[in-house]
T-cell receptor
Framework: KNQVEQSPQSLIILEGKNCTLQ??????????LRWYKQDTGRGPVSLTIMTFSENTKSNGRYTATLDADTKQSSLHITASQLSDSASYIC???????????FGTGTRLTVIP | GAGVSQSPSNKVTEKGKDVELRCDPI?????LYWYRQSLGQGLEFLIY????????KSGLPSDRFSAERTGGSVSTLTIQRTQQEDSAVYLCASSPGTSRTYEQYFGPGTRLTVT
């Protein structure tokens, strides 16, 4: 069964601290993996897209890693800001399909 | 430029009524996707369009759900005889094509509440 699991479900950190969000998937065959940020009441916005051959990709303070062998990805946020408070969703796309498999997200709250 | 827009932003309807949700994709985007996000759940794929045709309707949860797209632009998702379990946020996304490497740009969603 094609599944995407994220952990933790929720996380509270102090402003300025770093954090790492995890994504494990069983989707196969794998095409690419995406991390989205979804602010409350808004649609998801893409942070990174990673293909099979990519291990690390950065977008400002966001760094995503991918281990296609163990089917794990992480999203590392450095020097967190209050505006980072959002849900972070891991999405895996299957080869040969045009639909996406979504994780349930990690709800991050950054407090001053 | 303008992003994906959806209307209405909120819709409250009585059980048994029909509702229509609208999506305006980014101009020039040929692919359009509908998703549903229930409380505490991940996004659920419903249907996608390439141009005006819908090659994959596998995600539609029942025959009460239908969608169409006209002129390769605006799409409407119709839910007939709404049920309380239809309450969710319905998200639309568009992309330049259906290649799996294309980015999907999401609208803000329509929050549907069935009472």
């Amino acid at each position: 069964k094609n599944q995407v699991e994220q952990s933790p479900q929720s996380l509270i950190i102090l402003e300025g601290k770093n954090c790492t969000l995890q994504c494990n998937y069983t989707v196969s065959p794998f095409s690419n993996l995406r991390w989205y940020k979804q602010d409350t009441g808004r649609g998801p916005v893409s942070l990174t897209i990673m293909t099979f051959s990519e291990n690390t990709k950065s977008n400002g303070r966001y760094t995503a890693t991918l281990d296609a062998d163990t089917k794990q990805s992480s999203l590392h946020i450095t020097a967190s800001q209050l505006s980072d408070s959002a849900s972070y969703i891991c999405v895996v796309i299957k080869t040969g399909a045009n639909n996406l498999f979504f994780g349930t997200g990690t709800r991050l709250t950054v407090i001053p | 430029g303008a992003g994906v827009s959806q209307s209405p932003s909120n819709k409250v309807t009585e059980k048994g009524k029909d509702v229509e949700l609208r999506c305006d994709p980014i101009s020039g985007h040929t692919a359009l996707y509908w998703y549903r996000q229930s409380l505490g759940q991940g996004l659920e794929f419903l249907i996608y369009f390439q141009g005006n045709s819908a090659p994959d309707k596998s995600g539609l949860p029942s025959d009460r759900f239908s969608a169409e797209r006209t002129g390769g632009s605006v799409s409407t998702l119709t839910i007939q005889r709404t049920q309380q379990e239809d309450s969710a946020v319905y998200l639309c996304a568009s992309s330049p094509g259906t290649s799996r490497t294309y980015e999907q740009y999401f609208g803000p969603g329509t929050r549907l509440t069935v009472t």
